[in-house]
T-cell receptor, first 109, second 115 residues
């Protein structure tokens, strides 16, 4: 069954603005990860946040985790055209990764 | 160090044909995983190899899909016969340790189009 569910499904913003995507999950987790997939390309691991962490930064990325609400958010600051992609949250399930449906982010020039 | 590689990058076949996808994991990684993303849906786990053994194949959709990993090195995923709903991107990942989902390294994927 689906674990992560991203919100919104699609998002269009102007270049330079900040983009926020949310993810909700259902069961307890050890960690939560965010991935990016550029059109026609492979998955790129962006950032991992562990269940005992509340916030993590990596460059222009900021991830928060609220285990009480079973939710996470990914913030991309100062968006660029190259950020146009699909973003997935993923949680751990035994040995496998469980992905959500993704948020399609489109950066407008 | 070379990452996970997949071949081909794209494949276009007709319904009823056979396609074989290949994944070469990072050298030394005993754990190999297949995932796929069907158009517009989430990325789903297909199966997990530990060396040449299938550890978990609970995600395999049906018996038209056959995965092998002879010798515990590269893996192949064969779809026979292919159906329209098999179109999507097939990802392979490998890891040194099992259970360390944060250590799974993904390949670039194979985009399969079934006409």
């Amino acid at each position: 069954s689906q674990q992560g569910e991203e919100d919104p499904q699609a998002l269009s913003i102007q270049e330079g603005e900040n983009a926020t995507m949310n993810c909700s999950y259902k069961t307890s987790i050890n960690n939560l990860q965010w991935y990016r997939q550029n059109s026609g390309r492979g998955l790129v691991h962006l950032i991992l946040i562990r269940s005992n962490e509340r916030e993590k930064h990596s460059g222009r990325l900021r991830v928060t985790l609220d285990t009480s609400k079973k939710s996470s958010s990914l913030l991309i600051t100062a968006s660029r055209a190259a950020d146009t992609a699909s973003y997935f949250c993923a949680t751990d399930g035994d040995d496998k990764i469980i992905f959500g449906k993704g948020t399609r982010l489109h950066i407008l020039p | 160090e070379a990452g996970v590689t997949q071949f081909p990058s794209h494949s276009v076949i007709e319904k009823g044909q056979t396609v074989t996808l290949r994944c070469d994991p990072i050298s030394g990684h005993d754990n190999l995983y297949w995932y796929r993303r069907v158009m517009g849906k989430e990325i789903k786990f297909l199966l997990h190899f530990v060396k040449e053994s299938k550890q978990d194949e609970s995600g395999m959709p049906n018996n038209r899909f056959l995965a092998e990993r002879t010798g515990g090195t590269y893996s192949t995923l064969k779809v026979q016969p292919a159906e329209l709903e098999d179109s999507g991107v097939y990802f392979c990942a490998s890891s040194y340790l099992a259970g360390a989902v944060d250590e799974q390294f993904f390949g670039p994927g194979t985009r399969l189009t079934v006409l």
